[in-house]
């Protein structure tokens, strides 16, 4: 089993900065790549970004490059979202998940709203 809490979300203006994390426990050992993604109201959930473990290439929503940035820390088994230049159609509940031989695991979730 594996544990993913997201936090690090909350209202900022147009232009805006955060930095989601997503801190892992159980055995993470057996993950091999994680992600963000986010769901807008009435809109399906879609990947934002992407980190593969086993040689740390990441891959991004066209809609977030060079805005967005994936990275994690091995030491705090702590998976982060820098968003930069943050615009309103940004605005979700933002999740991660962890990838697994055997399961896939998602958190909680946490909301994102860019509004002036």
């Known amino acids: 089993q594996v544990q993913l809490v997201e936090s690090g979300g909350g209202l900022v203006q147009p232009g805006g900065s955060l930095r989601l994390s997503c801190a892992a426990s159980?055995?993470?050992?057996?993950?091999?790549?994680m992600g963000w993604y986010r769901q807008a109201p009435g809109k399906q959930r879609d990947l934002v970004a992407r980190?593969?473990?086993?040689?740390?290439?990441?891959n991004y929503a066209n809609s977030v490059k060079g805005r967005f940035t994936i990275s994690r820390d091995n030491a705090k088994d702590t998976l982060y979202l820098q968003m930069n230049s943050l615009k309103p159609e940004d605005t979700a509940v933002y999740y991660c998940?962890?990838?697994?031989?055997?399961?896939?695991?998602w958190g909680q979730g946490t909301q994102v709203t860019v509004s002036s």
């Open positions: 998940d962890a990838r697994t031989p055997w399961h896939n695991y």
């Open positions: 159980g055995t993470i050992f057996s993950i091999y790549d």
């Open positions: 980190i593969i473990f086993s040689d740390g290439s990441t």
